[in-house]
């Protein structure tokens, strides 16, 4: 396929040239009701790429992926190079091979180039060989999913939402140097990059060359929290940003974060931020979230000191 004839394909899939309207942000307020972009139908107009070599694991692949909105698949690699420029995209899925047994590398070394922070995901047989794995990593593969995996969707899924936005990481980077000793501000950014994950009080231990005991002594001395309430709070946060900054669907957001329903995310957001999700999709629900967060993070603080 030429380059001319697979940009008017995705130009088509797209629909570029019809105008797109944009309705003006609503100051928060009391009102309850969901975006204007979310009225209209638009809340699955983000969407994940996927290319996968057998078209028979679409099934089970979209399964493992019900979180998400919509699933664009496609065949051709040049096709999915020209997809996933556009904003919408959040995230490629690739396979080793194309369906005509063509190595998929150069279109990853291409997405990575034009997008350097979005999610690309090997999806794949154990049995491929190491110079394969090898060659797509240094392409740009952000993760590596096997097939046989016995936590598939949770590996999916947070290989699909790290918190790598910019955006995000500075506004949180602001808050930690406010409220955070300097000395435990990594230890509160690995948490908050891995909030699908939902590391473990020993796997962030380690990560610090630390057990889990010095862990929790250093965090205690350090007037902080345990690391099972920075992980709430990581999981809110990555939660209130995609929800604000994004219109994908509110499921999509809650599971995307490990909470298996709506409800359950509401709940947390009620007893941490005393507001509701359709309230956080506001504009300003972010902003409105971290502040809880940073008043958490000095409660417990003057609670260590006032002890």
């Given at each position: 396929m030429t380059e001319s004839a697979t940009a008017a394909r995705a130009a088509a899939w797209y629909g570029e040239g019809r105008p797109q309207s944009s309705p003006p942000a609503r100051p928060r307020g009391n009102g309850r009701g969901p975006r204007a972009l979310e009225a209209r139908g638009f809340a699955s107009v983000h969407h994940i790429l996927v290319q996968l070599a057998d078209?028979?694991?679409?099934?089970?692949?979209?399964?493992?992926?019900?979180?998400?909105?919509?699933?664009?698949?496609?065949?051709?690699?040049?096709?999915?190079?020209?997809?996933?420029?556009?904003?919408?995209?959040?995230?490629?899925?690739?396979?080793?091979?194309?369906?005509?047994n063509g190595r998929t590398t150069a279109a990853v070394a291409k997405i990575r180039a034009a997008r350097p922070a979005l999610p690309i995901v090997l999806w794949c047989d154990r049995q491929v060989p190491a110079g394969a794995l090898a060659d797509l990593a240094r392409a740009g593969v952000s993760a590596v999913v096997f097939r046989d995996e016995s936590e598939l969707?949770?590996?999916?899924?947070?290989?699909?939402?790290?918190?790598?936005?910019?955006?995000?990481?500075?506004?949180?980077?602001?808050?930690?140097?406010?409220?955070?000793?300097?000395?435990?501000?990594?230890?509160?950014?690995?948490?908050?990059?891995?909030?699908?994950?939902?590391?473990?009080?020993?796997?962030?231990?380690?990560?610090?060359?630390?057990?889990?005991?010095?862990?929790?002594?250093?965090?205690?001395?350090?007037?902080m929290p345990p690391v099972s309430v920075l992980v709430r709070w990581s999981r809110?946060?990555?939660?209130?940003?995609?929800?604000?900054?994004?219109?994908?669907?509110?499921?999509?957001?809650?599971?995307?974060?490990?909470?298996?329903?709506?409800?359950?995310?509401?709940?947390?957001?009620?007893?941490?931020?005393?507001?509701?999700?359709?309230?956080?999709?506001?504009?300003?629900?972010?902003?409105?979230?971290?502040?809880?967060?940073?008043?958490?993070?000095?409660?417990?603080?003057q609670g260590k000191r006032g002890g």
């Amino acid at each position: 396929m030429t380059e001319s004839a697979t940009a008017a394909r995705a130009a088509a899939w797209y629909g570029e040239g019809r105008p797109q309207s944009s309705p003006p942000a609503r100051p928060r307020g009391n009102g309850r009701g969901p975006r204007a972009l979310e009225a209209r139908g638009f809340a699955s107009v983000h969407h994940i790429l996927v290319q996968l070599a057998d078209a028979g694991l679409r099934p089970r692949f979209a399964e493992y992926c019900r979180a998400f909105g919509d699933i664009a698949w496609c065949d051709d690699p040049d096709d999915l190079v020209v997809r996933s420029e556009s904003r919408h995209a959040l995230g490629v899925v690739v396979d080793v091979a194309d369906r005509w047994n063509g190595r998929t590398t150069a279109a990853v070394a291409k997405i990575r180039a034009a997008r350097p922070a979005l999610p690309i995901v090997l999806w794949c047989d154990r049995q491929v060989p190491a110079g394969a794995l090898a060659d797509l990593a240094r392409a740009g593969v952000s993760a590596v999913v096997f097939r046989d995996e016995s936590e598939l969707e949770e590996r999916l899924l947070s290989a699909l939402t790290r918190a790598t936005d910019v955006t995000f990481q500075q506004l949180t980077d602001q808050a930690l140097a406010r409220r955070v000793p300097e000395a435990l501000v990594p230890v509160v950014r690995f948490v908050l990059d891995r909030a699908a994950a939902k590391p473990t009080a020993a796997l962030v231990a380690r990560a610090m060359g630390l057990t889990a005991r010095q862990l929790a002594a250093e965090l205690k001395r350090g007037g902080m929290p345990p690391v099972s309430v920075l992980v709430r709070w990581s999981r809110l946060l990555t939660a209130a940003y995609r929800l604000e900054r994004s219109t994908e669907p509110i499921a999509a957001v809650a599971r995307s974060v490990g909470f298996p329903t709506t409800a359950a995310l509401g709940r947390l957001f009620r007893i941490h931020a005393n507001e509701t999700v359709r309230g956080v999709r506001e504009p300003g629900g972010f902003g409105w979230v971290l502040r809880c967060f940073e008043r958490a993070l000095a409660k417990s603080n003057q609670g260590k000191r006032g002890g």
